[in-house]
C-alpha cells in the first residue's frame, strides 16, 4: 500500500498559514485525483484544495475550524482503494454489527501522475510552473488548453498562467497525451510546482475519473433539490447545454468550481440549471455531489426553475443583471451594464488603491518653453527616421531630462523600506504605455542613466511594440526607481499621477500647445510671441521629498528641456 500525505499548501509569497474551513471528504470516502479534497481559507482568498492522488481518505489530522502552518500535515490518502484498510467509523447506511463493504474498484483506472515509466501510462514527462522573471516566485493557472486524455504536440499551447505582472501561455515541453492535471484553474502555485504530466508513450490514459457524473458517490448524497411548484402551464422546458463552457462566475457573481463546470460540460447541464440548483457547499456553492444528484435525477422529474423566474415577473432577454438587487434595476428601467474586470484592470486597481494608502500624495507643477525642442525635432525627425528605423517622438527627451535631474535631486530615485530610505544608484525609468482603452503598464528603460537620446529611443520604442503585443517578459515590468508618464500624448494639458509602488516620484508630461507668451528681455523690453508651452506635474512622496525637493527638481528639469537647441546635433 501506498500512502500520500496532504499538506496544506502555500497560496502565495506571503501566505504563511491556512485555516481549514470545510471538509468536502471525509475518512472512508474514495476521492479522484484532482477532485476537491476540502477547503481552505487565508487573509488573501477562500478556495478548494484538489486531492494529490486519487484512493481512500483514510485519516483527517486537522479539524474543521483550526489554522495551521502551511507545509502541516492535514490529510493521509491510500492509494490502493482495493486493500485500503478504512479507520474510520461504520457509515450511517451499515448497521454497526454487519462488517463495512469492501469499496468497490474504479470504473477506470485514475489518471497516471508519476513522471517515471513504471505507471500505466508509460514514460512521463513533468510540467512544471515556469519561472517568469528573476524575482517571480509564484504563479496562477488561468485556463488549461488541454484536457487529461488529450493529444499534444511539441511546443502546442498547453495553458495558460499569470504572474502579478503578466500573463503568458505555457507551450509543452514534449508531444504524447496530457495524462494528469495536478493544478486546476485559479490555483497559485510556486514556481517550480508540478502542475502537469505529459505521457510520451503511445497508450492513451483514460481522463480523470472525476469528471465521470455518472460514477456514484461513496459520501452521502444530499437530497436532491425539489423542483419549485408552478402550475403545469408555467414550466417551460430548461435547455440542456449547448457545449458553450461554464463560465467561473455566474451573472449574479455565483462562482462555479473547475470540477463543477468539468462535470457540467460533459453531462450537457446548461449555466440555467446551475443557477437553479441550491448549493449544500459554503455560501451555497454549488458542489460535485449535488450536481451529481441533480444529473442522477434529472431524467425522471423536471428540472427547477430559477427563482428569480417565480419570485419575480420575467425579465425580457436583453436586461443586462445586475450585481445590486434586481428590484433596483427593474425600478430604474434595467439600463445598467455589468462589466466584469478583466485581470489587468484588477491589478491596476488594487495597485493604485494600495500606492494612495501607502504614500502621502503631493503634486507641483512647472511650465515649460519648448518651442526649441519642438523645432529641434522637426529638423532632426526625417533623417532620424531613414537612418535609425523608428519615429523620433518626444519620450525619449523627456526621459533623458528627468534623469539629469534625478542625478542631482537623488532622493526621487530611491524607495522607502520601514523606517529607511533606499536611494538607488541605477537610473530604470518606467515609461507609461496604454494598452488600448484597457488598461496601462509601465515596462521599464534599465539603465536609462548610460544611454543618449538615441538609445532611450530605441529602448522606448521597443518596449511601447512589447507592451501592445503582449510580449513583454515579466522583468521589463518591474525594478523601475522614476517613472514618466506622458498624458500630453493623449490630448491632456497636465494630470496627477499616481506613484508606481514602491517609488517615490513620477513625472507626468502634459500636451505641447502653441499660446501668445510674454518674453522678458532686459535689452529690449518684453515682448508677446508664439510659443509652443507645455506643463509637467511631480507627483512625490511628502514622507520623504518635501516641496522645495520638488521645486528643485522641476527646476533642474526645465532647464534641461528648454537647452534643446533648435540647430543643435541630435545624439
Do not use: C
Not at 153 to 160: G, K, P, S, V
Not at 235 to 250: E, K, L, N, Y
Not at 489 to 503: C, E, W, Y
Amino acid at each position: 500500500m501506498a500512502k500520500v500525505e496532504v499538506s496544506m499548501p502555500k497560496m502565495g509569497e506571503s501566505i504563511t498559514e491556512g485555516t481549514v474551513i470545510e471538509w468536502i471528504k471525509q475518512p472512508g470516502d474514495t476521492v479522484e485525483m484532482d477532485e476537491a479534497l476540502l477547503e481552505i481559507g487565508t487573509d488573501k482568498v477562500d478556495t478548494e484544495v484538489p486531492s494529490p492522488a486519487a484512493g481512500v481518505l483514510t485519516e483527517i489530522k486537522v479539524e474543521e475550524g483550526a489554522t495551521v502552518d502551511v507545509g502541516t500535515i492535514i490529510a493521509v490518502i491510500e492509494t490502493e482503494a482495493s486493500e485500503a484498510v478504512v479507520a474510520a467509523a461504520p457509515t450511517p447506511e451499515a448497521p454497526a454489527a454487519t462488517p463495512v463493504a469492501e469499496a468497490p474498484a474504479p470504473s477506470a483506472p485514475a489518471p497516471a501522475a508519476a513522471p517515471s515509466g513504471d505507471g500505466a501510462a508509460g514514460e512521463g514527462v513533468d510540467v512544471l510552473m515556469p519561472k517568469m522573471g528573476e524575482s517571480i516566485m509564484e504563479g496562477t493557472v488561468i485556463v488549461w488548453h488541454k484536457q487529461p486524455g488529450d493529444e499534444i504536440e511539441l511546443d502546442e499551447t498547453l495553458l495558460e498562467i499569470a504572474t502579478d505582472k503578466v500573463d503568458t501561455e505555457v507551450p509543452s515541453p514534449a508531444a504524447g497525451i496530457v495524462a494528469a492535471i495536478l493544478v486546476p484553474e485559479g490555483d497559485t502555485v510556486e514556481v517550480g510546482t508540478r502542475i502537469a504530466v505529459i505521457s510520451t508513450s503511445g497508450a492513451a490514459p483514460v481522463k480523470a475519473a472525476a469528471h465521470k457524473a455518472q460514477e456514484p458517490a461513496t459520501a452521502p448524497v444530499p437530497t436532491p433539490v425539489a423542483p419549485v411548484p408552478v402550475a403545469p402551464a408555467a414550466v417551460a422546458p430548461v435547455p440542456s447545454g449547448d457545449g458553450s463552457p461554464i463560465p467561473r462566475f455566474g451573472p449574479l457573481g455565483e462562482f462555479f468550481s473547475p470540477l463543477v463546470r468539468s462535470i457540467a460540460e460533459k453531462e450537457g447541464v446548461s449555466l440555467q440549471e446551475l443557477q437553479a440548483l441550491s448549493g449544500s457547499g459554503r455560501e451555497n456553492r454549488i458542489t460535485k455531489a449535488d450536481l451529481v444528484a441533480y444529473v442522477q435525477n434529472r431524467g425522471s422529474q423536471p428540472a427547477a426553475a430559477p427563482a428569480a423566474a417565480v419570485a419575480a415577473p420575467p425579465i425580457a432577454p436583453a436586461d443586462p443583471v445586475s450585481f445590486e438587487p434586481t428590484q433596483v434595476a427593474q425600478a430604474a428601467g434595467s439600463r445598467v451594464e455589468i462589466i466584469k474586470m478583466d485581470r489587468m484592470r484588477q491589478i491596476i486597481a488594487e495597485h493604485m488603491t494600495r500606492s494612495k494608502a501607502t504614500s502621502a500624495h503631493v503634486t507641483s507643477f512647472a511650465e515649460i518653453d519648448v518651442t526649441n525642442l519642438v523645432r529641434f525635432r522637426e529638423a532632426n525627425k526625417g533623417g532620424f527616421l531613414q537612418r535609425e528605423g523608428i519615429k523620433l517622438t518626444y519620450t525619449p527627451f523627456f526621459v533623458y531630462a528627468a534623469v539629469e535631474a534625478l542625478k542631482d535631486h537623488p532622493i526621487l530615485n530611491s524607495s522607502v523600506q520601514g523606517q529607511e530610505v533606499h536611494v538607488r544608484k541605477d537610473y530604470h525609468v518606467g515609461i507609461a504605455v496604454a494598452i488600448g482603452k484597457t488598461g496601462l503598464v509601465a515596462p521599464v528603460i534599465r539603465n536609462a542613466g548610460q544611454m543618449n537620446v538615441i538609445g532611450l529611443a530605441h529602448a522606448a520604442n521597443d518596449l511601447a511594440n512589447r507592451a501592445r503585443s503582449k510580449q513583454l517578459l515579466p522583468d521589463q515590468l518591474q525594478g523601475g526607481t522614476f517613472t514618466v508618464t506622458n498624458v500630453g500624448s493623449l490630448g491632456s494639458t497636465m494630470g496627477t499621477p499616481i506613484i508606481n509602488q514602491p517609488q517615490v516620484g513620477i513625472l507626468a508630461t502634459g500636451a505641447i500647445k502653441k499660446r501668445p507668451v510674454v518674453i522678458e528681455d532686459p535689452n529690449f523690453g518684453d515682448t508677446i510671441a508664439i510659443r509652443s508651452m507645455m506643463y509637467v506635474s511631480l507627483s512625490y512622496d511628502h514622507r520623504i521629498v518635501d516641496g522645495a525637493m520638488a521645486s528643485s527638481f522641476l527646476r533642474r528639469y526645465t532647464d534641461v528641456m528648454e537647452a534643446f537647441g533648435p540647430h543643435g546635433e541630435l545624439r
